[in-house]
């Protein structure tokens, strides 16, 4: 019998647990100084799928950069777009319904690239099997949270703990 595949939240995060400013910007995190990959490129050869909403969605594909999960299969959760366009599948339905889904399809594990909204319907649902936090050492004090809002209670285990440069990476896995 084939393992499940897991849900994956690999994201960056302030001390104070913003995850992008209002804007959808990280320049922040993008100027914090890192010492390897970050786990990054370890995540990229596990999975074979990437969800995000579409916020970050908009956001990565405006980088002045080749769209860089192109191959991966990309579902994009959006209220206002439906069908796909040459990188992503648009998905307008119940988050827990869709991800149990594709949670049964053979394939590797899927990283859930973001946004703090999306996540947090994740996190309502009990979706994220793995958590890789890596906290850059600023507060922000506003921006897009990955946790305000709801009243969610999750246990995870602590499973590593790395220093990165000035990264604090934490790897946590479901309880």
Do not use: C
Request: overall charge negative; hydrophobic content about 35%; aromatic content about 12%.
């Amino acid at each position: 019998m084939s393992k499940q595949r897991n849900i994956i939240l690999y994201i960056g995060t302030s001390i104070d647990g913003y995850i992008a400013n209002n804007d959808g910007t990280l320049e922040w995190l993008e100027k914090t100084e890192v010492e390897g990959d970050s786990g990054y490129n370890s995540l990229l050869e596990r999975i074979d799928t990437v969800v995000m909403g579409k916020g970050t969605y908009d956001v990565i594909r405006g980088f002045d950069i080749d769209y860089p999960y192109s191959n991966y299969k990309n579902y994009v959760f959006s209220n206002s777009l439906s069908g796909s366009d040459e990188y992503a599948q648009f998905i307008n339905e119940d988050v827990k319904t869709f991800i149990n889904n594709l949670k049964q399809k053979p394939g590797k594990d899927i990283w859930l690239i973001g946004g703090g909204y999306l996540a947090r319907e994740f996190f309502k649902e009990n979706l994220i099997d793995e958590f890789q936090l890596a906290i850059a050492p600023i507060v922000l004090g506003k921006g897009i949270s990955l946790y305000t809002g709801d009243d969610i209670t999750q246990n995870y285990s602590l499973t590593k703990v790395e220093k990165l440069g000035q990264l604090a990476m934490l790897h946590y896995i479901k309880k």
